[in-house]
């Protein structure tokens, strides 16, 4: 083969390389598996979730599930959700659904050390606070007050593996 027939060849295998997209940068220190403890409007709660890449990682995938003891007022119950997170053109999205028939949209906003997931009735924020520690609050607005958020959940987690 001649040289220059093989640095083209050579070429087109490291291009695609070359180009990988690195749309998770931003959320990179979400990725992994999480134990989490935390308190709020559904009281008391422990639980876990993990932020993994999916789909050759077009998109990230957060299961969540959340356990609840039985109170005065209530039995135990568990909540567990899905979160899909994707690229739309140049921005991230995502959406949720979960076991209470919820389904939410959300504007993704990230920085090096923490996200947002966002719209005018939720925010949900994760914050980076050690190598393997987040604090994470869930905020709900009312309706005839949009954006206007108060606190329903404040946790905490700790990575148990990337």
């Known amino acids: 083969m001649r040289p220059a027939l093989v640095s083209f060849v050579v070429a087109l295998a490291v291009w695609p390389q070359q180009l990988k997209d690195n749309r998770w940068a931003a959320l990179s220190f979400l990725i992994g598996e999480w134990s989490g403890e935390g308190v709020g409007g559904p009281g008391q709660g422990s639980g876990g979730f993990s932020f993994l890449p999916d789909q050759d990682r077009k998109v990230l995938i957060r299961r969540n599930r959340a356990d609840y003891p039985a109170t005065k007022d209530k ?57 393997d520690l987040v604090s994470i609050r869930f905020e709900i607005s009312p309706p005839d007050h949009p954006g206007d958020f108060k606190t329903y959940i404040d946790a905490r987690a700790h990575r148990k593996s990337r």
Do not use: C, W
């Open 75 to 131: 039995p135990a119950y568990s909540h567990t959700d899905l979160m899909i997170v994707y690229k739309e053109e140049t921005s991230l999205r995502a959406i949720y659904f979960d076991n209470e028939d919820h389904v939410i949209n959300y504007d993704v906003v990230a920085s090096p050390s923490s996200v947002q997931f966002l719209n005018k009735t939720y925010r949900l924020t994760y914050s980076q606070t050690g190598p």
